[in-house]
């Protein structure tokens, strides 16, 4: 241990002075940091303990002199533990906790698609507004996402669309046919050859939303 510097032999020194004033034994001094409330106890022969609130002018500076050597912001508390009979000191020190790194927040996985088979009733009405000359069928430059339309006939449409063109991948040749597929369809199963999550599919995927939205266009 490196000897004490006169900082700490003169704080010993008046604290060793009051405690042995008090019928004190043993006495422990505690600072948190500059300027903070200073806490001082001793413990007399019978066991009982002492709290000293007061302090002079004089012993501040002494503590502002000691902290100025020895307070860094690694520190969370000072302490000096005294042995008045035998005139000795321990200083100790006590460190801040370390704080562990924030954990890297990274975001929620995109939930799967939804599996729910859109059913009949979704099926049918869409199938009706495809009748009335409604279509599924983006008019914008380059790849459109998937489509629905009625083609020639009573046949029906899926596929995808480029510059505002279905290109079927799949015909259905009747009404029946038709709302008999859809109705067994879902998010998922439309979803493409990954079933990707929604942020990662294109937005004119074929979903119960763009279906809703079709049958409810006016």
């Not at 998937?146 to 669309?161: K, S």
């Amino acid at each position: 241990m490196p000897p004490f510097s006169a900082a700490q032999l003169a704080l010993t020194e008046v604290l060793r002075q009051r405690l042995a004033a008090a019928g004190c034994q043993h006495g422990r001094f505690d600072v948190s940091e500059p300027g903070a409330c200073l806490s001082l106890s001793g413990q007399k022969a019978d066991g009982k303990t002492l709290y000293f609130w007061e302090f002079s002018p004089k012993f501040h500076q002494l503590v502002d002199t000691y902290l100025q050597e020895q307070y860094d912001e690694h520190t969370a508390q000072l302490s000096i533990q005294i042995d008045v009979a035998a005139a000795q000191a321990q200083y100790l020190r006590t460190p801040k906790p370390r704080q562990a790194p924030a954990p890297e927040l990274r975001p929620a996985p995109d939930a799967a698609p939804d599996r729910t088979p859109y059913g009949l009733t979704l099926a049918a009405q869409v199938a009706a507004r495809l009748d009335q000359g409604a279509a599924l069928v983006p008019s914008q430059r380059g790849y459109g996402g998937m489509g629905l339309a009625r083609g020639a006939g009573a046949a029906y449409h899926y596929g995808e669309v480029w510059d505002g063109v279905l290109s079927p991948s799949q015909t259905l040749p009747s009404w029946a046919a038709f709302v008999a597929w859809l109705a067994a369809q879902s998010d998922f199963s439309l979803a493409g050859p990954e079933n990707q999550p929604p942020a990662s599919r294109h937005p004119q995927a074929l979903t119960r939303q763009r279906l809703t939205e079709l049958v409810r266009r006016s």
